[in-house]
């Protein structure tokens, strides 16, 4: 495979623990039977890494324009990436619907659907039925997945993380798609769907489960 024939790269970042690495295992798998495009996989692996810089430099090394941003607790659901790819353009942050458990406080973007909280609970058979016939909601979804063009984000400065990744408490992810929408660009939602285990990275939140 060369570099024009895949359609994207996904970006997946992964804080190392053994509960998160359980979880990661699940992501890739989902990854590889559930994705119908062909695509390159970037992963940064440690125990301790700042998040958002990461994603950065990431993004610059990705060997095509469009990316595709993934946490390793987030497992995607069949045939996720065609929708997406219907709506992704230069100018448009193409999100899809997140559903999650409610293990910690949920966005209201996002849909609430218990198939399991840790990765060994994770029903995996009933969610991919279920995402058949789930619903599509309304708004501009969760800040990840996205998928998005790599040099679209560098012109805007990817995530801006000069005076920390949580300035004045807001996620710098946050931060860059208010700024990519007041630079008059489009963020659309794809009838496209992702379990999310929420938080799973952190081994005090997965003590709690």
Partial sequence: M??????FTVILPHKRNPGND????????????NTDSDYYLMSSVADNQPLYGTI??????????????????MFMA????????????ERTFVTNVLVEPGAIAMHPMNLH??????????????????????PILEGEGWYCPVMFSSLGWQYMGGHDVSQGEFHDNVPADIRLFEKWKLAGNQVKRAPSF??????????????KR
């Fill in 2 to 7: 060369t570099f024009n024939d895949a359609a």
């Fill in 22 to 33: 359980a979880a990661l295992q699940i992501c890739l798998s989902c990854l590889m039977d």
């Fill in 56 to 73: 950065n430099r990431m993004i610059e090394l990705a060997p095509t324009d469009c990316c595709v941003y993934v946490n390793s607790d």
């Fill in 78 to 89: 069949p045939g996720w990436d065609a929708p997406m790819l219907e709506l992704y353009d």
């Fill in 113 to 134: 659907k218990d198939f399991g909280r840790t990765p060994e609970t994770f029903r995996r058979a009933e969610f991919e039925d279920y995402v058949k016939t789930a």
């Fill in 194 to 207: 992702t379990y999310h285990l929420q938080r799973y990275s952190d081994p005090k939140e997965q003590a």
